[in-house]
């Protein structure tokens, strides 16, 4: 059931499932809680699940034109101090990984475990933010459905594209009705972020990276160096690109569940 926290003259929705140990799910960028609403729904059997649309995506409203990553971390804080969570096993899933190392950064106190799900500490390289700055253009052109019935199909393996057909459309569909003001906001954040790997190497609890062997925006080799160097614990999805609790969604439950209570 979707609830709405007011904070600073804009809503932020959340919804919050299920009992036992508190598990905090970030989306990435396109993405709102509904991208893995069915895999929530699954963990929220073994779980308390929180989940939440970040600032300028899903049914969560920008105050202005810009927020960035630290400002998205913000409005994670003032959920979980909403809803009175002492200690919170928190999962970013691409960008929400950089929110969530964010909110490692400045709150690490509230943290049980952390989990960056196909994500990065790696700050954005030259060619990455020129790709961004191209699709800020494209939205100021209106062409926002083109950046989502191009970027969408790519989350997913190569080889599983025809099998999650169904899906690719539903997300596809949640993407395009990202607001533009929404879609501009996270691009600028993203290209803005600091490197945060010695945030990330300092966490002292348990900390994993599930990555996919099949990942289009983020190799096997880097993903795996990113943990090594950091000190996580590496799960790797076998047939999974980047959208792993749809891909392998059995794989990622049994792990996270091994995250938040057997670490």
Do not use: W
């Not at 954005?124 to 939205?139: C, F, G, H, S, Y």
């Amino acid at each position: 059931m979707d609830q709405f926290l007011e904070l600073n003259d804009y809503k932020l929705r959340y919804r919050d499932q299920g009992k036992g140990n508190t598990v905090v799910f970030l989306h990435g960028y396109l993405e709102s809680l509904e991208t893995f609403e069915t895999f929530t729904k699954d963990l929220s059997r073994l779980a308390r699940v929180i989940t939440l649309d970040l600032p300028g995506h899903g049914l969560s409203e920008l105050t202005n034109d810009s927020c960035s990553i630290e400002e998205m971390a913000e409005a994670v804080n003032e959920l979980a101090n909403h809803l009175q969570l002492q200690k919170i096993n928190l999962i970013g899933h691409s960008m929400g990984g950089y929110v969530a190392l964010a909110f490692a950064d400045k709150y690490v106190d509230k943290l049980e475990s952390f989990c960056l799900f196909h994500s990065s500490p790696n700050a954005d390289t030259d060619d990455k933010k020129a790709n961004r700055q191209r699709e800020i253009e494209l939205v100021l052109q209106g062409k926002k459905e083109l950046i989502c019935k191009s970027n969408i199909p790519k989350t997913f393996s190569n080889k599983n594209q025809n099998k999650y057909a169904h899906e690719i459309k539903r997300i596809t569909e949640i993407a395009c009705k990202t607001s533009d003001k929404g879609i501009i906001a996270a691009l600028n954040a993203m290209m803005n972020r600091p490197d945060r790997n010695k945030v990330l190497k300092a966490l002292n609890m348990p900390k994993v990276s599930i990555m996919g062997k099949e990942d289009n925006f983020i190799p096997l080799k880097v993903a795996g160096e990113i943990a090594k160097e950091n000190g996580l614990t590496p799960f790797v999805l076998q047939t999974s690109g980047h959208m792993g609790f749809i891909e392998q969604r059995q794989e990622c439950l049994r792990e996270i569940f091994r995250i938040i209570y057997e670490c």
